[in-house]
C-alpha cells in the first residue's frame, strides 16, 4: 500500500487518482465584487431536494422588491427548476436562465463553469446592472462545490430529513461555504433529528463561518439568509 497525494492508500493495482481536491479550487478568483460594477454572485449548493429551489423561490419574493435579481438555476436532464420558479412568478421570466448541464452537477459548478458563465453573461447583457444573481447547483452530494470563478459566495443547504449526522459528515460544502443552511427544521421531530447535535457539529467543522437553521414552510421569507446576503451588499 502506498499513499497517494492525498493521502488515500492504494494497493499496488490500484493507480492514485489524480483528480483535484474538491477542496482545491483551479480557477483564479473573480475580483473582489463591492466595486459596485457588478452584481454579487452566490451560488446555493446541497444534497437533492434539501430546499435549494425553494430556498431561492423565498429570497426572489422577498427581496425582488427593494434588488435587482437574477437567477441561474442548474438541472441535469431537464429545466425543472426554473420552470418551478416560472410557474410561481417569483421574477419576470426574463431574470430566469435554465443550463441543462447533462453531466454530473458539479462538473458545471466547479470544473467547465462556461455554460454558467454564458448564462450570467446573457443576463448582464440583456437586463443591464444587477445587484444579485443566484445560481442554483443542480443537487449533489457532500462533496459539491462551486468554482470560485463562478461565484463570489457560497450558501450550502443540507435539510433535517437526512439525519443530524450530515454536518459530522463534513466535506467542502458543510465545511467551507460561506453559510450553511440548515433547513426543514419543520420535519426535525417527524425525522428524530436533535437540532442541537446539529449546531454543535456545524460549530465543530465551520469554525467561525456561520449557520443558520431554516424552515421554508414556517419561515417563507428566509429572514436568517435574506439577512446575510443584505449584509454582502
Ligand atoms: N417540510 C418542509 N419541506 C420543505 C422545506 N423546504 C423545502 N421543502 C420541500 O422539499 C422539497 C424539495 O425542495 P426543493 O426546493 O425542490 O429542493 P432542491 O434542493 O431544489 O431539489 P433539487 O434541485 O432537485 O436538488 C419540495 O417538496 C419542497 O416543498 C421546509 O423547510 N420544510
Ligand atoms: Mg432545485
Not at 457539529?201 to 424552515?215: C, E, K, N, Q, Y
Request: proline residues 7%; negative net charge.
Amino acid at each position: 500500500m502506498h499513499p497517494d497525494d492525498h493521502g488515500h492508500e492504494h494497493g499496488p493495482d490500484e493507480t492514485p487518482h489524480t483528480h483535484p481536491h474538491p477542496d482545491v479550487d483551479p480557477h483564479a478568483p473573480l475580483a473582489e465584487s463591492g466595486t459596485g460594477q457588478r452584481a454579487v454572485r452566490i451560488g446555493i449548493g446541497g444534497p437533492v431536494g434539501s430546499g435549494k429551489t425553494a430556498l431561492v423561490a423565498a429570497l426572489c419574493r422577498a427581496m425582488a422588491d427593494d434588488l435587482r435579481l437574477a437567477v441561474v438555476t442548474n438541472d441535469i436532464y431537464t429545466t425543472e427548476d426554473a420552470d418551478f420558479l416560472l410557474r410561481n412568478g417569483v421574477l419576470p421570466a426574463e431574470r430566469i436562465r435554465a443550463v441543462e448541464t447533462g453531466c454530473c452537477p458539479h462538473t458545471a459548478i466547479r470544473d467547465d463553469i462556461s455554460a454558467n458563465l454564458d448564462a450570467i453573461e446573457e443576463l448582464e447583457d440583456s437586463l443591464g446592472p444587477l445587484d444579485v444573481i443566484l445560481v442554483e447547483s443542480g443537487g449533489d452530494n457532500l462533496t459539491a462545490t462551486f468554482s470560485k470563478g463562478l461565484i463570489d459566495k457560497q450558501i450550502f443547504v443540507v435539510d433535517v430529513a437526512g439525519g443530524d449526522k450530515v454536518p459530522r459528515k463534513g466535506g467542502p460544502g458543510v465545511t467551507a461555504a460561506d453559510l450553511l443552511v440548515i433547513n426543514k427544521t419543520d420535519l426535525a421531530p417527524l425525522v428524530g433529528a436533535d437540532l442541537a447535535v446539529m449546531d454543535r457539529d456545524a460549530t465543530a467543522r465551520r469554525g467561525a463561518l456561520p449557520t443558520v437553521f431554516l424552515s421554508l414552510v414556517e419561515d417563507p421569507s428566509a429572514k436568517p439568509v435574506q439577512e446575510w446576503i443584505r449584509g454582502l451588499m
